[in-house]
């Protein structure tokens, strides 16, 4: 079988997938923050776990928010920042006495909708994470796109295209944790949404509060929202003027607000080069699972 973790933020979670895609068994818990060992040792916890629980033993795929430097072989632009600097793959390799691949959280959501999701059976997946925080990964017919760099997808930390007066303001307001100002990620993410409501109503909401005033109609809300669907359209136009995906897959929080699928392909049109655009955007068909599944499938059907 394989085994898949999802190290987030705030939960890690384990899954184990027969040879088909079946799900053998799932669990997860609450992440270690800022405690790298105990991180590790709840990895190998819910590894052992699942192994016991199905009597099978299997491959382990991992996907971290951030990625594994081909240069040092640690953990680099983690915004789980506890993570980076760290031998993650080879201190779990040892604690688990066998190989562990690594990727991208949002590579293994690619992955994951690449091979039986909603990019089932494209040549060329681009799947974006709108959560906590922004990213994004590429899948090529079915495997994962790291690059030389480590580096492919790094979507979220390229600057927000085209920005009108206010987008420059809240460049200077809300620095990104990688260090620079104006990243996608400050502007797509559950959080960037959640902060930009707060400039406008003065009020702090989590997202999914904005969302329930949206639904009633809340005008304040309405305007956050219209503003959101405008920079996600801008930043995926970008993407479709670089790399034409065939697919583009949003999971994340975020991607459960349905509308999405609506407004945002239309608006792409308009920052795409020649003003052309039907490139599919769809929902995650495994949802919060997508993450955890493409972890697994970092081991393909031969392993």
């Not at 793959?89 to 690619?110: G, T, W, Y």
């Not at 899948?139 to 007066?165: C, F, T, V, Y």
């Not at 005033?213 to 136009?237: G, I, N, T």
Request: hydrophobic fraction near 40%.
């Amino acid at each position: 079988m394989r085994i898949g973790i999802d190290l987030g933020g705030t939960k890690v979670e384990v899954i184990a997938l027969s040879n088909e895609g079946q799900e053998l068994f799932r669990h997860r818990v609450n992440t270690p923050r800022d405690d790298y060992q105990a991180t590790v040792q709840a990895i190998v916890d819910l590894v052992l776990m699942a192994e016991e629980k199905t009597a099978q033993t299997g491959s382990v795929g991992v996907g971290i928010p951030g990625t594994i430097s081909p240069y040092s072989q640690r953990v680099k632009n983690a915004n789980s920042t506890w993570l980076n600097g760290q031998p993650l793959d080879k201190d779990l390799a040892q604690a688990l006495k066998r190989e562990v691949r690594i990727a991208n959280d949002a590579n293994c959501l690619a992955v994951s909708e690449a091979v039986d999701g909603a990019g089932a059976g494209k040549p060329l997946v681009f799947a974006v994470i709108i959560g906590t925080g922004s990213g994004a990964g590429v899948a090529i017919n079915g495997e994962s796109r790291i690059g030389g760099n480590g580096n492919a997808g790094e979507w979220g930390h390229n600057p927000l295209p085209w920005m009108d007066a206010d987008e420059l303001r809240y460049r200077e307001e809300v620095p990104c944790y990688c260090g620079l100002q104006g990243c996608i990620e400050t502007f797509v993410s559950g959080t960037g949404f959640a902060t930009d409501y707060q400039r406008l109503s003065g009020v702090a909401r989590k997202g999914a509060e904005i969302i329930t005033l949206l639904e009633q109609q809340d005008p304040v809300a309405e305007l956050a929202m219209s503003r959101y669907e405008m920079r996600l359209a801008k930043s995926l136009a970008q993407v479709v003027n670089l790399l034409d995906p065939d697919v583009i897959v949003l999971g994340g929080g975020m991607s459960n607000v349905d509308r999405l699928y609506q407004t945002v392909p239309t608006l792409m049109k308009k920052w795409v080069f020649g003003g052309e655009c039907e490139t599919p955007v769809l929902k995650a068909v495994h949802g919060d699972s997508s993450g955890v599944r493409g972890a697994a499938w970092l081991w393909p059907l031969q392993a």
